[in-house]
């Protein structure tokens, strides 16, 4: 009878320090996020040197961003974009580019959200890859597109 117990209370132990941890990591994430939505750009919002104008593999822009950075490895290329906008509008500008690529034939398959902090969701279609909305810095958003070719 006495090992169960001790076997309960350990198991019990272990998913609170678990739980904490998570709680904690979270938090953390948070705040890092919200800090970076009230810092200044400080070049962050400078396209980087050589990038094209448009994004790669034909994926539609949507209105009022400009294309950061652009990188392949393998077969998966990463695009970072910005666009005028705050923590409030985070989940509004991730839905909006997923009008756009609706209109450029992507299906959404999935969504997530934590408002104010970052929406994400997973798309379809002549490519497929996930979409990242979060704080750039003071007054602008990023958005990463990662496609798999």
Same mark, same amino acid.
């Given at each position: 009878?006495?090992k169960? @117990?001790?076997?309960? +209370? ?10 904490l941890?998570a709680?904690?990591? +979270?938090?953390h994430?948070?705040a890092? $996020?919200?800090?970076q939505?009230q810092?200044?750009? /400080? ?5 980087a040197s050589g990038?094209p ?9 949507s209105s009022?961003?400009t $294309?950061l ?8 290329t +990463?695009?970072f974009?910005?666009v005028d906008?705050g923590r409030? /509008? =985070?989940?509004?500008?991730r /839905?909006? %580019?997923l009008g ?5 034939g &992507?299906?959404? @398959?999935? !969504?997530d959200q ?5 929406? #994400?969701? #997973? =798309?379809?279609?002549? &490519? #497929?890859? !996930?979409?990242? +909305?979060?704080? $750039?810095?003071?007054?602008?958003? #990023? %958005?990463? &597109?990662? =496609?798999?070719q």
């Amino acid at each position: 009878m006495k090992k169960p @117990v001790v076997a309960l +209370v350990a198991v019990v132990a272990v998913a609170a320090v678990g739980g904490l941890g998570a709680a904690l990591f +979270v938090r953390h994430e948070h705040a890092g $996020l919200v800090t970076q939505s009230q810092r200044p750009c /400080d070049g962050r919002e400078v396209p980087a040197s050589g990038v094209p104008a448009s994004l790669p593999l034909g994926l539609p822009a949507s209105s009022g961003a400009t $294309l950061l950075s652009v990188s392949t490895q393998g077969s998966t290329t +990463v695009a970072f974009a910005k666009v005028d906008g705050g923590r409030k /509008d =985070i989940v509004a500008v991730r /839905d909006r %580019v997923l009008g756009d690529l609706k209109g450029a034939g &992507y299906a959404t @398959v999935g !969504t997530d959200q934590e408002p104010g902090y970052e929406a #994400e969701a #997973e =798309i379809k279609g002549r &490519y #497929e890859g !996930t979409l990242k +909305v979060s704080p $750039l810095c003071e007054g602008l958003l #990023e %958005v990463r &597109y990662k =496609i798999e070719q």
